[in-house]
């Protein structure tokens, strides 16, 4: 019996970043949730006001057999724009970071590389700013928040 690893990552909303990261072969669960803040079980209107410190994160449950973690860090950088800070599209605060939380010495090991040759591709005209961090407590969000797009027959969010 293979057993699964959990990945974190922060790219804005955590609508979309959840219905990206569940499509890829090889995730076997996804929860959105709040990561990163002081405020002990905090409420989405909490993390909204950018009081608690928390960034909006998808805890991704992968098959590390059928899926590599490198994989899902092509899926984080794909599916935001790393170098702004505190913003994804009409998404302003620092609720909506981009960050990755490591599980462990390789995520970090692997995420630090992956950010820094991602930082010299010239990919993007200036510098990613994602910060990388220790995976603190994850607290799921609101049932109303779990496959938000799924439940609304939407593919995508809005973009402005």
């Known amino acids: 019996m293979t057993t699964t690893q959990k990945a ?7 609508w ?5 990261f569940r499509e890829v072969p090889g995730v076997v669960d996804t ?3 709040y990561a990163g803040g002081t405020t002990r079980n905090p409420t989405d209107e909490e993390v909204g006001s950018a009081r608690t410190g928390h960034a909006e994160v998808v805890e991704v449950e992968y098959d590390p057999e059928t899926i590599a973690y490198k994989r899902l860090l092509d899926v984080f950088w794909a599916n935001h724009d790393p170098t702004s800070l505190n913003r994804q599209g009409p998404d302003v605060g620092s609720q909506y970071r981009s960050v990755i939380f490591f599980h462990s010495p390789e995520q970090e090991a692997a995420a630090r590389a992956s950010r820094e040759q991602l930082d010299r591709s010239g990919k993007f005209p200036r510098p990613i700013v994602t910060e990388i961090a220790p995976a603190p407590a994850f607290y799921r969000a609101e049932e109303g928040h779990q496959r938000y797009l799924e439940k609304h027959g939407m593919a995508r969010c809005a973009t402005s």
Do not use: P, R
């Open 8 to 14: 974190t990552f922060g790219a804005g909303c955590f």
């Open 16 to 20: 979309g970043v959840e219905a990206a």
């Open 31 to 33: 929860a959105a949730g």
